[in-house]
């Protein structure tokens, strides 16, 4: 598997020529969902806000889809831009029940935060109540607020991990869908996102954490920048997941998640991009067994 120093080069690299492309895409994506915010929120139409969501998630599953045609070697083609109906009910589903996932464990995180921080009051609250002097109330409410803070912050710091956790665990979500496998329904690529990105969840967040230089970079320029960072790290979301599919080819082949090679055009150290017919015949010539020379015995008699 590519290291992440060669995957965000090997991004650079097939994104040369599509830049402005797609900064344009991610502009019209921003317009429309901004639009739609600002009216849902002067107008008081909630329904738009259903609508800015439903465009961002077909806006951001096109742009994958476009991103990982590249990251194959077919090149740019905006019809790739749009998918059968299926693909993006498949991908609603999914990220209604992920969302269902992640409310559902913050839910029960700020109850045991509750539960804690009111078990924690009461009992010292009543080792007061049970003879202490008055003159300890005062002490006994500024510790329990610190060791509330404390908690508060612990507890804020177990949610940040899990979540974070998550959600690099269902980050291929996207690009499983885009496979358009009719045989895995929504539930099934969460659960193949999550068997994949099993033992790989820290590399990617290590590849993510690398864009935070150009992410600082970004604010200078007004957030004009974010048009291409964006793009550049979705670029480079496509090719992890490419290399983990090679990576772990036998569970991509349980999961019915392997891609077709055909012309995906791998890091080879100096950018070259080599084609389908280049890859066989170089195939061909490692395979290749040089035959042994006949050599006549010389025990035989000449006729």
Not at 125 to 153: D, H
Request: with cysteine.
């Amino acid at each position: 598997m590519l290291s992440n120093k060669e995957i965000r080069a090997l991004s650079r690299e097939q994104l040369k020529g599509h830049w402005l492309k797609f900064a344009l895409i991610n502009l019209v994506m921003m317009i429309l969902a901004g639009g739609c915010s600002y009216i849902a929120s002067s107008k008081q139409i909630m329904s738009l806000t259903f609508v800015q969501i439903l465009l961002q998630l077909i806006i951001g599953l096109g742009i994958y889809k476009l991103l990982l045609e590249i990251a194959k070697g077919k090149g740019f083609s905006f019809s790739n831009f749009w998918q059968p109906g299926r693909v993006y009910l498949r991908y609603l589903l999914a990220t209604i029940l992920l969302t269902l996932l992640v409310f559902v464990i913050n839910l029960i995180l700020m109850a045991i935060l509750g539960a804690v921080s009111f078990s924690m009051f009461i009992g010292g609250a009543s080792s007061v109540m049970a003879g202490v002097s008055g003159e300890s109330i005062i002490p006994f409410l500024a510790s329990a607020g610190g060791g509330l803070l404390v908690l508060l912050l612990i507890v804020f710091i177990v949610m940040f991990a899990i979540n974070i956790y998550i959600t690099y665990s269902y980050m291929m979500l996207d690009l499983i869908v885009l496979g358009n496998h009719d045989d895995i329904g929504a539930i099934d690529s969460l659960g193949a996102s999550r068997k994949l990105m099993k033992g790989y969840k820290w590399r990617l967040f290590k590849l993510m954490l690398s864009f935070i230089g150009w992410a600082i970079l970004c604010i200078f320029t007004l957030g004009i920048g974010l048009l291409w960072l964006s793009t550049y790290i979705n670029m480079s979301i496509v090719n992890f997941y490419l290399e983990l599919l090679k990576e772990r080819e036998d569970l991509a082949k349980e999961l019915n998640l392997v891609e077709p090679v055909e012309a995906y055009s791998g890091y080879t150290g100096d950018y070259q991009t080599q084609d389908s017919e280049n890859v066989e015949v170089k195939a061909i010539e490692e395979v290749k067994v040089e035959e042994p020379v006949k050599t006549e015995d010389p025990t035989q008699d000449s006729e």
